[in-house]
C-alpha cells in the first residue's frame, strides 16, 4: 500500500466504487439472454484456440491454464484496478519518496489519495464501456478473478460492450462474437507459445517507471483535466491542446528510448492480432468482410469531441496507431516471407521490430532474414 503522510496515494478502493456507480448501463438484454452470450462466448474462445494456433503455427510451451473470464463492465473494472495497483506500485513509490516531508505531500496526504481515487474512478467507467476484450499480462490473483496457476495472465471479454458494438454495426452476433474472440486469443497465444515475453515486457515497464521523475502533481493534474472532461467542468476542446498525454508527461531521455520499444512491441503484438483475426475470418466467419469495414469506419470516425480528446489525453489515439502499423508490418513481413519466416519475430528480444522496422517491414526482413542465411 503506497502511502503519504499516513493516507494512501491513491485509494483504489474508492476507485473501483466510484467507477462501479458512474459506468453506464450495457444493453437491455433478459436474463436467458445474458446466460446465452455468456455461454456463446465461452464457446468461442474455446474454439479460437485452435482456429489461431493453426494459422499462425504457434503452440504454447506448456500446458496452458489461462482463465477466460466473461466479465461485464463492473468486472472489467475490478480486474485492471489490481493490474495498475501491481504494475504501478514502483512509480507510486517513487512519486511517495519525492513527495514525502514537503507541504505538498502532506496535502495530498490528506485529501489526495481520496480525489485521485474518485477521479480515477471516473476515467475508468468511461474506459469500462468502450473495451471489448482485452488479455490481462499481468493479472494478480484473487478470489473473484482468478489468474494462471502458472503466473500467466488471463483473458476477459466484456460481454456488454460486445453486445452494444455488435448492434451498433448492426451486424450478425454470432460472427461478430467469434472475431472478437479471435483477436483476443491471438493475444493469449503470444504470451503462451512465446515464454520469454512477458517478462521481457514487464521488464521494460518497469524500467520505464523507474526512470520517471515528473513531479506527482503533473501527473494528478493530467488525471484531473480528464476527470473534469468527462464531468463537463470544462470545455471540450481544452482537453489535451497542448499535445501532451499522460504518458508523455513522464519521459526522460533513457524513457523515450524505452518508450519506442514498447511501442514497437505493442504495435506488433496488436497489429498481429488484427492480422489473425482476419485471416482466420473467411473461413469461420462468414460476414467477416462486412464486420471489418463497419467495424474500421467505427474506428476511424471515433466519437465525440470529447471522447476524441480524451483519447488524446489518455494517449488512446497512440494504440488506435498501433492496430493500423502493426498490421501494415505483419501483413508486408507474412507476404515476403511467409508464415514461418514472420515467426522468426518471436524468438527473443533481438528479433523483435523497432519503432523504425514496423514503418519499414523490408528493414527488419534484411536485418533478421539476411543476417542469419548470411
Known sequence: MTRIGGAEMVDWNLAVATATRLVRPGPDVSRDEARAIVAELRRHAKASEEHVRAFTRMLPDEADDTPVLVVDRPGWVRANVAGF???????????????????????????????????????LSFLASRVLGQYETFAPASRELPAGENGGGRLLLVAPNIVHVERELDVQPHDFRLWVCLHEETHRTQFTAVPWLRDHLEGEIQSFLQETEVDPMTVLERIREAAQSLAGGRPEGEVGDDGHSIVELVQTPAQREIL??????????????????????????????????????????????????????????????????????VRAVVEQVGMDGFNRVWTSPNTLPTKAEIAKPADWVARVHRKAES
Open 85 to 123: 495497483r501491481e504494475l504501478l506500485k514502483p512509480l507510486l513509490e517513487k512519486m511517495q519518496e519525492r513527495r514525502a516531508g514537503s507541504p505538498g505531500g502532506a496535502v495530498l496526504g490528506a485529501v489526495g489519495g481520496k480525489v485521485t481515487g474518485v477521479e480515477l474512478g471516473m476515467l
Open 260 to 329: 519506442g520499444r514498447l511501442t514497437a512491441v505493442m504495435s506488433l503484438l496488436e497489429g498481429h492480432a488484427d492480422f489473425v483475426m482476419d485471416g482466420v475470418g473467411p473461413a469461420v466467419v462468414p460476414s467477416v468482410s462486412e464486420i471489418r469495414e463497419k467495424f474500421q469506419q467505427r474506428r476511424a470516425k471515433g466519437a465525440s469531441r470529447l471522447d476524441l480528446a480524451l483519447r488524446k489525453l489518455l494517449g488512446l489515439d497512440a494504440k488506435l496507431r498501433q492496430y493500423r502499423d502493426g498490421e501494415r508490418f
